[in-house]
């Protein structure tokens, strides 16, 4: 293996409710898993140490320069109703190899941010996606999946014993 960097982004993309939006968009900010912690000093320990709670709500954001009717069709829909959003990239080594990386999101729209209008600039629309379920592999490989009810890393169940002493 080369000690040359590696998987660096070269180019993204994003689907909308299976609609591409090739040359659309202005960046994209990929949901953050992040666990929920709390802080724990119990009888007899001398300090405090973190534990963990599971995780913190995930969300996406993307701007536009743009006002796409297409995105703003997406809010405001009833509750229960999901859209798929799915980003992807290019990852390039520097000795030349590329590798996919691919996002599958479901989840919904929760704000369309028009942004400012002023004439002779570029007016910046801002959109945040509350994400329900959340996949990202890389060359294929499934590298994290979470839901509401179970996180896989590398496609193994970090909470399968926990499922099972709940009997599900």
């Known amino acids: 293996m080369s000690n040359l960097p590696r998987l660096i982004l ?3 993309m994003l ?3 299976r609609e591409s939006k090739l040359g659309q968009i ?3 900010t990929p949901p953050v898993p992040q666990k929920k912690l709390e802080e724990l000093r119990n009888a007899g320990m001398v300090k405090p140490r973190e534990v963990m709670l599971g995780y913190e709500k995930l969300e996406f954001s993307f701007k536009m320069p743009s006002l796409d009717p297409q995105i703003l069709t997406l809010f405001g829909l009833k509750p229960g109703v999901e859209n798929p959003f799915m980003i992807t990239g290019a990852l390039v080594d520097e000795d030349g190899t590329v590798h996919s990386a691919v996002m599958n999101i479901r989840g ?3 704000q369309a941010d028009a942004g400012s209008w002023k004439t002779g600039d570029l007016s910046e629309s801002d959109y945040q996606v509350s994400v ?3 996949k990202l592999e890389v060359d294929g490989v499934n590298l994290i999946e979470m839901d509401d009810f179970d996180v896989k890393i590398n496609g ?3 909470y399968k014993d926990i ?3 709940l009997l599900l």
């Open 132 to 134: 329900h379920y959340y």
């Open 108 to 110: 919904f729209l929760k």
């Open 10 to 12: 070269r180019d993204c």
């Open 15 to 17: 689907w909308a409710d």
């Open 156 to 158: 193994v169940s970090q």
């Open 163 to 165: 499922r099972n002493a």
């Open 26 to 28: 202005g960046d994209i």
